[in-house]
């Protein structure tokens, strides 16, 4: 199959679907630069799409497991779970095994015993509550010092697993009045080394605590109460907009709010910067469009760009897919509709030997390059614009335009044939 035929198969960017290609091997016949299409074997494709099918999305993951999101946090954590090393990935965002979070339901369900006596029953998710992990917990269970004494007829996964509240104190103790760093990072859900940084910068306070032998310095309940109150993690807001916690630093870095800490390898932030712009600027809410539904706004935007130069040109323009034309004046207009690459500055247009052929052949032809988030576009004559695409050797060409988060071209010359669309 071709590249575009297993991009579509994989539900994947080309971009994407060319790492994987290179990455794994998949060329029948690799591009040669003279024109010639490359193909890929349809059996590795196949084989690419079965892995992708395996694995799962944080979220579906916790939602198999039956946990809130801090729980399954310390899950990967703890080592209960690993997720997929990012070179075998097929795509980013599937980072877990489905066959490894299955097995692991099925490993703490095989544990299930008959109930002793009767006692105070508690769902898995309660047994982590305090200065004890739901990730402690099952570690005990997988161990054999701990065991499950029923299920619920609500929960699923792990979360419908009950414990005896009196075994699990029995089984884990807790004596301590505070927190090492590593038991902080481990409540956390975040690397130790990051604690570290944060408590020597001052964003987590730590005090002396000689109180049942602890002598370091230490983080106390109420401290940790405070820093959450105060910050928020990469990985918060990427679950709060639905994502992942790097595209979530990606984006705030593009949106001008930098980590603090910047040498700590979990980002940071202040809490107060989540205001309702910003969550609205994060997409907090709003369902991600799928391929079909991208695909029909990029061709309302095209319509909508068409449509003001028309207005503009004064002309009657005839629309075939992203063409608009009008005979009589050999008024030509194509418009090129662009994505941002991962919510980054810059934006990639798709340019092809056609659209090039069509304007050559007009009278007055001009290009017009639209942002796929915003209702702009650059409106540029085809004369100054053919530097802009390349010499037109290759079957397509791809153009790169910088904005900045309002949309608006960094550079001042494109900037000069900007324009934007009145709200409909």
């Known amino acids: 199959m071709t590249l575009g035929e297993a991009s579509d198969y994989l539900d994947v960017a080309n971009e994407t679907m060319m790492e994987l290609a290179e990455r794994d091997d998949l060329y029948l016949v690799r591009p040669s630069g003279a024109g010639a299409p490359s193909l890929l074997r349809a059996d590795l494709v196949h084989a690419l ?4 099918d395996g694995a799962l999305f944080k979220e579906e993951a916790a939602d198999l497991l039956g946990l809130g999101v801090r729980a399954f946090r310390d899950l990967l954590a703890k080592g209960l779970l690993r997720e997929i090393p990012r070179e075998e990935r097929v795509t980013h965002q599937r980072s877990l095994r489905r066959v490894e979070v299955e097995r692991l339901v099925a490993d703490m369900r095989g544990k299930l015993a008959q109930r002793k006596r009767e006692g105070r029953l508690v769902a898995l998710s309660n047994t982590g509550r305090g200065r004890r992990t739901v990730g402690q917990v099952c570690r005990a269970v997988l ?16 979360g419908a697993l009950l414990f005896d509240v009196d075994e699990v104190e029995a089984a884990l103790p807790v004596r301590t009045t505070s927190l090492s760093l590593v038991q ?46 105060r910050y928020a993690t990469g990985a918060e807001i990427g679950e709060l907009a639905g994502t992942t916690g790097r595209w979530a630093g990606e984006r705030l870095a593009f949106l001008g709010h930098r980590c603090l800490a910047p040498d700590s390898a979990t980002r940071l932030y202040p809490r107060d910067i989540l205001t309702p712009e910003l969550e609205a600027a994060l997409g907090v809410g709003r369902r991600m469009p799928t391929r079909q539904e991208a695909a029909a706004a990029s061709a309302d935007l095209a319509r909508r760009v068409g449509e003001a130069f028309g207005r503009e040109a004064g002309s009657r323009l005839r629309r075939y897919w992203n063409t608009f034309s009008d005979e009589v004046s050999g008024t030509c207009l194509q418009v090129v509709v662009g994505r941002r690459q991962r919510f980054k500055s810059r934006y990639v247009f798709r340019f092809n030997r056609p659209m090039r052929s069509t304007l050559d052949a007009a009278a007055v032809p001009w290009l017009a390059l639209a942002l796929a988030d915003y209702g702009t576009y650059a409106l540029i004559p085809w004369a100054q614009a053919r530097d802009l695409v390349g010499d037109g050797t290759g079957h397509r060409d791809w153009l790169y335009l910088e904005a900045d988060a309002g949309g608006r071209l960094v550079d001042p010359e494109m900037a000069r044939h900007q324009r934007w669309l009145e709200e409909e």
């Not at 161990?143 to 792990?158: F, I, K, N």
């Open 49 to 52: 799409r079965d892995r992708r």
């Open 143 to 158: 161990d054999g010092g701990l065991a499950p004494r029923g299920l619920s007829r609500e929960g699923r996964g792990l």
């Open 184 to 229: 902080a990072a481990a409540d956390l859900g975040v690397d130790v080394e990051s604690v570290r940084i944060w408590s020597e910068r001052g964003l987590l306070g730590t005090e002396s605590r000689v109180e049942l032998g602890e002598r370091e310095r230490r983080v106390t309940r109420e401290g940790l109460d405070t820093f959450r109150t």
